[in-house]
Each structure stands twice: as C-alpha cells, then as structure tokens.
C-alpha cells in the first residue's frame, strides 16, 4: 500500500519563474492539504483540496494556487516565484472526517534563486 | 492561525533514558492532538494521537499525555534509542479541519 508520494523530490527555479508540484495521496485518503515547511521550522498550512475543491486556506498569496483531480492526486502551482518561496513542501492526506491523522510524503524541496 | 509552540526547541538525552517532549496549544476548542517525528529530509511521520475526551494513550514505547486544563500536551519515549533522534511536531486539529504545527523540537539522543 503506497503512502503518500510527491514529484519532484528536488527544483531549482529562477524568480518569477513558475512551478507545479504534484501529489498522490495515500490509497483511501479522499481530502488533500499542502504545507510549506522552511527551515526550522513546523510545517504552515496552504490549502486543502477535497471532492475537487479548495475547501480551506491559510495566510498565503494568490500567487499559490492548487487543483484536485477525480483519482484524488492534487497539483500545488506557485506563480511569479520570489526567493521567500524556497523551502519544503509537504503533501498531506487523509481520509475526511473527525480525527483522522495527516499522512505526509517527503515533499518538494523548492529552491528559488 | 492558532498557537501551538512547544516549551523546549532542543532536547538532549542519553541513550536508553527516557525523553519527554512538551508542548502547549492555545485554543481550548481544539479535540485531536497527533505528534509527529520529521527525521532529515523526510516528511513528518505520524506516531501517535489523542482525543480530547482522554488524558493518556500508550503506544509503542511512546506515551501522549493531554492536559486540557492547562492546554499542555507531552509526549514520553521510553527507553530512547539513536533512532529516535529527530525533530518532534504536536499538531491540533479542530473539528476536523486543518492541523496547526508547533515550531518543533529537536531531539539528540548520545549513545
């Protein structure tokens, strides 16, 4: 049963470049949340993805947007990046409804140049 | 967003002591607590929860304690191994939305 698993493990991308991230979630889950973790610190909620839609948002920009296909897997887009955008960002999964644990991959380490 | 900060940010225990890592959330609302062990280049790893409604859950070697009269969380590893070494996250979730993670602390165990 494969866990969480996300694409690429590694980017480097100029400022004001563009990204896409990709996620699939761990066999069952139905709700995905992207998180962005930087250095030292705990990982900072983006958004959440369930039944296609972005159904909760953290503080971030408009520039990070996201999508959620039928088969569940998600996609996290950054536009115009800028160098505060380098860090790790984690997809999460699982399955909607009280007390279910996050299930996170090994993220997409990010680095804006 | 919510608070959830932790009381030490480094942790240093000798190899087969016992660790304790704590934590403190800010929003008495919050009913799941998880913690979560992120070892170097690696996503965080679940490795135990809690509801509100206990005050105790035992795991493997690991044991959650929730206080909610203070809004206090810890988490025990009993008999720590270098394996352990990591950093440790509490997250609290409300009504099943999205978890709040604390700064983390970092735990080295010496052999």
């Known amino acids: 049963d494969a866990g969480v698993t996300q694409s690429p493990t590694h980017l480097i991308k100029t400022r004001g470049q563009q990204v896409t991230l990709r996620c699939s979630p761990k066999?069952?889950?139905?709700?995905v949340s992207w998180y962005q973790q930087a250095l030292g610190q705990g990982p900072q909620f983006i958004f959440q993805?369930?039944?296609?839609?972005?159904?909760q948002r953290g503080n971030f920009p408009d520039r990070f947007s996201g999508h959620q296909f039928p088969n569940y897997s998600s996609e996290l887009n950054v536009n115009a990046l800028l160098l505060g955008d380098s860090a790790l960002y984690l997809c999460?999964?699982?399955?909607?409804?009280?007390?279910?644990?996050?299930?996170f991959g090994n993220g997409t380490r990010l680095t804006v140049t | 967003g919510e608070s959830v900060g932790l009381h030490l940010p480094t942790l240093s225990v000798q190899e087969g002591d016992n660790s304790i890592i704590n934590c403190a959330y800010s929003n008495s609302a919050s009913d799941y607590f998880i913690w979560y062990k992120q070892e170097s280049g690696k996503g965080p790893q679940f490795i135990i929860d809690i509801r509100s409604n206990m005050d105790k859950r035992q795991g493997q070697r690991v044991t959650v304690l929730l206080n909610k009269t203070v809004k206090h969380l810890s988490l025990q590893i009993a008999a720590t191994q270098p394996g352990d070494s990591a950093v440790y996250f509490c997250?609290?979730?409300?009504?099943?939305?999205?978890?709040?993670f604390g700064t983390g602390t970092s735990l080295t165990v010496i052999p």
């Open positions: 997250a609290e979730n409300i009504a099943g939305n999205q978890f709040y």
């Open positions: 066999s069952g889950h139905d709700t």
């Open positions: 993805y369930y039944e296609e839609e972005e159904r």
């Open positions: 999460a999964s699982f399955h909607r409804g009280w007390h279910s644990p996050l299930h």
